[in-house]
T-cell receptor, first 111, second 111 residues
Framework: GEDVEQSLFLSVREGDSSVINCTYT??????LYWYKQEPGAGLQLLTY?????DMKQDQRLTVLLNKKDKHLSLRIADTQTGDSAIYFC???????????FGAGTRLAVHP | DAGVIQSPRHEVTEMGQEVTLRCKPI?????LFWYRQTMMRGLELLIY????????DSGMPEDRFSAKMPNASFSTLKIQPSEPRDSAVYFC?????????FGPGTRLLVL
């Protein structure tokens, strides 16, 4: 079945690295995505990775993909208070038009 | 580009009333998606269109919900009659390839 799981909450100190983890179920997912949602706002695409890649880096963001374990992670380097938000992982069973989202991980950044 | 535009941003209505949510996708995008976000069920895909044609409406909760896309720059999601359990944030997203861009959402409260 289709199911994406994430831990619900993560708290980090400003300046530290944050690692948000996600497990998905559908090995046919072509792309895997990370979205960010700030309070009262829509979802902002952060980054995505094609399934034939193991890693993708984009400025402070690093995505790691372990296809064998169906595990995806998002690392945010030098976490800032502006990074406080909910982060959603999404898989794409049956093609990239159908996103299946996890419940989201709430990241709290404290001084 | 203005991004995906949704209106209204907030809607409060009484049970039994008809509700119409509107969306203008990003110009040039050929896919349009409607999602619903609730605390209990998270983010759910309701329906999506390709070139104005509905492709997958398997996520539409019941016959009270209907969606149309009369042209490439406009879509509506209608709920008739509305019920308190329809209270949620409804997002529209559009895509021209492998990435979906979300609008700010319409926060619906049915009393």
């Amino acid at each position: 079945g289709e199911d994406v799981e994430q831990s619900l909450f993560l708290s980090v100190r400003e300046g530290d690295s944050s690692v948000i983890n996600c497990t998905y179920t559908d090995s046919s997912s072509t792309y895997l995505y990370w979205y960010k949602q700030e309070p009262g706002a829509g979802l902002q695409l952060l980054t995505y990775i094609f399934s034939n890649m193991d890693m993708k880096q984009d400025q402070r963001l690093t995505v790691l993909l372990n296809k064998k374990d169906k595990h995806l992670s998002l690392r945010i380097a030098d976490t800032q208070t502006g990074d406080s938000a909910i982060y959603f992982c999404a898989e794409t069973p049956g093609g990239y038009n159908k996103l299946i989202f996890g419940a989201g991980t709430r990241l709290a950044v404290h001084p | 580009d203005a991004g995906v535009i949704q209106s209204p941003r907030h809607e409060v209505t009484e049970m039994g009333q008809e509700v119409t949510l509107r969306c203008k996708p990003i110009s040039g995008h050929d896919y349009l998606f409607w999602y619903r976000q609730t605390m209990m069920r998270g983010l759910e895909l309701l329906i999506y269109f390709n070139n104005n044609v509905p492709i997958d409406d398997s996520g539409m909760p019941e016959d009270r919900f209907s969606a149309k896309m009369p042209n490439a720059s406009f879509s509506t999601l209608k709920i008739q009659p509305s019920e308190p359990r329809d209270s949620a944030v409804y997002f529209c997203a559009s895509s021209g390839g492998e990435t979906q861009y979300f609008g700010p959402g319409t926060r619906l409260l049915v009393l």
